[in-house]
């Protein structure tokens, strides 16, 4: 897995996703830094019609293992931290 | 939608996806400042059996809607930042 391809593949990723794993809307998840076989695990369930989204769906019909792969290693090496709220 | 009582109510979601959203095992996403609607859409869709997973379609089944939009405000409400990989 090639995390470099991967996020010359990511274009249409980043619709939605961002390039950098942030979402641009609400109804996407953010996916920074998520591990690469979670990322690879729901790639595969959308491809294979396991997990269904109106868009994710379509999506990942055309994506090869290796794309998958790819796009995994790219979105799980950027690294996230979080800031709890104020409580 | 209450954030400090879903952080009460997440006992359960942070055995897998920690008190703060990070993942501590690799096959559950970070789940940290993912938006209210993504995170209530995706209980929702464990807790009917339209998205199934081993673990997730036990811990839904019992949610009330209550519990989810509590849940979903308490991780909503953390922030994230990203930090890219040196390319």
Known sequence: ADPTAGREKASACSTCHGIDGIAK??????????SEVYLQTQLKAFRSGK?????MSIIAKDLSDEDIADLSAWYASIEI??????S
Do not use: C, L, N, Y
């Open 25 to 34: 809307i609400p109804i996407a998840p953010h996916i920074a830094g998520e």
């Open 51 to 55: 997990r269904e989204h109106e868009i």
């Open 81 to 86: 931290s979080v800031q709890m709220p104020d």
